[in-house]
């Protein structure tokens, strides 16, 4: 096949045709499909059902003489510190655990810095002006928006194969009105791709012209690999601690995508003296988290090679969904109308095609009966400037209804590739 | 027996000397009792213990074609709405359903009026200065931290039988530096009693000069009476909707006292036109809160009958707690050394001694192996101006330990207002 830019005008009207008649076909099928959402199919669900049935019972909730049916305890159950110590490689003493919510620990500890700064903070943030936040592009929209709806400047900077490009992180964390950057590390949302170990060592190492910096490294897909052989990340604690910077980064990670979405359990890790500093702030904020729920965690998914075992059963469904989106994609390749990232993990696939397009493809899938993602949604403000990324989102739908939205989603590239070249 | 202040000197001197050999005594017991926290036994507890192998099937956790194992629903589960509803008699569509901490969701809405205002707003409070919150005294601890905490004047009103000294309540009110009152107008933490009709309509109805001006009515206690003869408390609402006062009303509850402390359920109550304003603020900090323990909670307390049979059910434990403290307290009957409440419900007795011994009374009880609630705890800033108000908490302790530890606090009641009156 050809690159659409080589076709000749009237080659790109008959092809252009010919592809228009199918499209009009699926849109007559009245179809109501969904690649919109992060959200896990209900096989995956299917996975953890025992964790619905699973009895608490006297061994585990009473332990060394507590009784952990009642109040107490705000940084979480022992024994689950150390599963996430286990899963994660952190120290237990960096833990901090919660409750169904990574992202209400990510908002919680931002709100907190607002009103009351962080442990380096000359004072609380609400009380400086024209604050500005890194964020990474294309992101995850949840983020993007805490960090505007506290009143920060959006900076963008353009994500790489290897992570962010550093040079530009590097110099706007001169800027001390630069408070922070916002990081999917691993699987990145929705890039799929993973941190380098030089990048990672970067923004260990960084000059950061704010004393009170934050690395908001939301380890969201840490286990999320779809075999044995996922990718690594670098652990980020040893580097920026050999830089003395370890008080800049707060490490977050949680059981949504492990057990069940939005019930399972959230862990904050920092180190020990940031720990200590902002402890007694979440002490006025609640008495303590779930920790029944810890406890069915720890009964069900047991250490980490259980829980890498679960991860591989998660694996067994999700890894095909992905194949089927890439193969399908694979259908533009040649054309240079698309680029797309093929990850080893996560939940997302990132798909770039021509400037310009990508409202349009949206806008076609749309009258097809397919949900994207909104575009721009993983740009600051919801704008992508270039208007050509879209994010998939292959995991929700069953296996044919994924195929058939591929199949119209390849479809709406290639109209909307060749309306643009038509036009020019 | 008679009034301590119509003791003669020696008759005084020779009473103390007695009660002394006694309470020396216990001193050598090296006993180890606790009266400090509003924490349930382990008896209350077990009344529970089914919710903690219940079971959620397919029937319960699919509802109108929606997984309630996935993420989304903000609100909280309809049919938690429903069992809230019908528990407290508030509308459906008030309802938040939060997690398991309603500590939380008060501490989140101040945080979010500190940072971008509540409905009737001008501005974020953090852009206010010199901010205050009335405290009726002696009151709950944890509500004076969160708005000390948040950089308000604390302001004290006394507690009168009937609740808040109403005349200083509306006097404060006027000062539009004031933006809020706390509350528990049911069982009232610590004094025990239930704001009567006046209270509650004078609350609703007064004006306020701040337009953003909050009662924040944690209802914790809503539920929890001794007997099917409980305290009445007025709708708040239907009396603030009167006056067209609704949006100033915050209602809290949650299951903590009525299944396990800290892995229950929690609600906001507010108008609905509060919750359209709040919602999108709240989207931002969460995808949403535990479904499944919610779904949990629908199927254990079923309806708001079956919840009332649950209570009497922790009312056969509690509520011979009480009598065994009263039945010591009434020791000091008639000798012009105490005042107590005898509350219908709750978790706590207000016992008012001399004024200057409430510090005295906590470190005999200390010496003698039990620990009291800090003194002043109960009031703003930890200080009691009048020394003189203890919390007792009597439903942690199991019968044979509190009979114990009741025997002491009389004994140190007794013998710090003899010192005082020796001295005097």
Known sequence: MKRYDELTKFEREKLYNNLKLTYDKFCEMNLKLDLSRGKPNMGQLDI??????????????????????????????????????DILNIPKDYIFVGGNSSLQLMYDLLSKAMLFGLKNS???????????????????????KITETLG?????????????????????????????????????????????NEVVTRLAKMKCSAPDFCIMWDNAYAIH???????????????????GNEDR???????????????????????????KYIMPYISVSTIGYDKLNQLKHIKFLKDAENTHNQMMKLASIIKPKFEITLSALSDLNGLGIAEWSKPNGGYFISLDILVG???????????????????????????????????????????????????????????SALEKLLKD
């Not at 004072?123 to 294309?138: D, Q, V």
């Not at 949504?256 to 359990?265: N, Q």
């Open 48 to 85: 953890s059902e025992s964790l619905l049935s699973m009895p608490l019972t006297k061994e585990d909730y009473i332990c060394n003489g507590v009784d952990y049916r009642n109040y107490g305890i705000l940084d979480g159950v022992p024994k689950a510190k150390e599963l996430f110590s």
């Open 122 to 144: 000359e004072r609380p943030w609400c009380k400086e002006e024209g604050l500005k936040w890194i964020c990474i592009t294309p992101g995850y929209d949840r983020h993007f």
């Open 152 to 196: 920060f400047e959006l900076v963008s900077v353009k994500m790489t194969k290897d992570g962010p490009d550093m040079d530009e992180v590097e110099r706007l964390a001169l800027d001390p009105k630069v408070k922070g950057i916002w990081c999917v590390p691993k699987y990145s949302n929705p890039t799929g791709n993973t941190y380098s």
């Open 225 to 243: 690999d779809f075999s044995d052989d996922g990718d690594k990340l670098l652990d980020i604690f040893s580097e920026a601690k050999k830089y």
């Open 249 to 275: 980064v707060y490490c977050f990670s949680s059981t949504s995508k492990v057990t069940f979405p939005g019930a399972g359990v959230s862990i904050m890790a920092t180190s020990p003296s940031n720990l």
């Open 357 to 415: 397009s990508a409202k349009r493809v949206y806008e076609l899938m749309k009258n097809a009966g397919v949900t994207l993602t909104s575009v721009g949604a993983t740009y600051p403000y919801g704008k992508d400037p270039e208007d050509k990324n879209l994010r998939l989102a292959p995991t929700y739908p069953e296996n044919e209804d994924l195929s058939l939205a591929c199949i119209i989603l390849v479809l709406s590239v290639k109209l």
